[in-house]
């Protein structure tokens, strides 16, 4: 069964506007982190935001910041004011113990 | 501090070559973890180490991949005999504790 499920393969936004990235999961424990990693395509995976589990509010990087719905088992990440160097791939993980799962990523292109 | 140093960038070999792959992790980190990245199969875990001892290698394709830490600053993944369908991106990332993960620029392996 698949740990985080990204639901939207490819993704697209007007330069400046705003876009969301969505992310489930599935988990039945309490205690745990969420990731967003960017993969631009020199395919470096660089971290772009973190989430305590048993944090209420909302993980806030600058341009970017997470809807993470506890309940609702939800962590999409939401990018203000894209830039060209956003265009990446986008990948959501799930750490549980020592172990990460990512998602299969969103494709994300910006529209000069 | 350098970050995740991986070593060789890139590598291109013949089909039944040994392939070593190396991996510095972030000093002071107890956890290193190996990835493979392809189109087809997305980002795989082969294996993670923590304080040197691996821990799960359940992701390590076959008897051909092989991976060692001899100590907290030093890990390699072997392919031996290499094949065709071994050609990915091999990354590194390292753990303090247990948090974020933090990978290396990866090491893109064509395997003719």
């Known amino acids: 069964a698949q740990t985080v499920t990204q639901s939207q393969p490819e993704m697209s936004v007007q330069e400046a506007e705003t876009v969301t990235l969505s992310c489930t999961y599935d988990t039945s424990e309490s205690d745990y982190y969420l990731f967003w990693y960017k993969q631009p395509p020199s395919r470096q995976m660089i971290l772009v935001i973190r989430q305590e589990a048993y944090k209420q509010q909302n993980a806030t990087e600058n341009r970017f910041s997470v809807n993470f719905q506890k309940a609702a088992k939800s962590f999409s990440l939401k990018i203000s004011d894209s830039q060209l160097g956003d265009a990446a791939m986008y990948f959501c993980?799930?750490?549980?113990?020592?172990?990460?799962?990512f998602g299969t990523g969103t494709s994300l292109t910006v529209i000069p | 501090d350098a970050g995740v140093i991986q070593s060789p960038r890139h590598e291109v070999t013949e089909m039944g070559q040994e392939v070593t792959l190396r991996c510095k992790p972030i000093?002071?980190?107890?956890?290193l973890f190996w990835y493979r990245q392809t189109m087809m199969r997305g980002l795989e875990l082969l294996i993670y180490f923590n304080n040197n001892v691996p821990i799960d290698d359940s992701g390590m394709p076959e008897d051909r991949f092989s991976a060692k830490m001899p100590n907290a600053s030093f890990s390699t993944l072997k392919i031996q005999p290499s094949e065709p369908r071994d050609s990915a991106v091999y990354f590194c990332?390292?753990?303090?504790?247990?948090?974020?993960?933090?990978f290396g620029p990866g090491t893109r392996l064509t395997v003719l």
């Open positions: 993980a799930y750490k549980r113990g020592n172990q990460f799962y």
């Open positions: 000093s002071g980190h107890n956890s």
């Open positions: 990332a390292s753990v303090l504790r247990t948090d974020t993960q933090y």
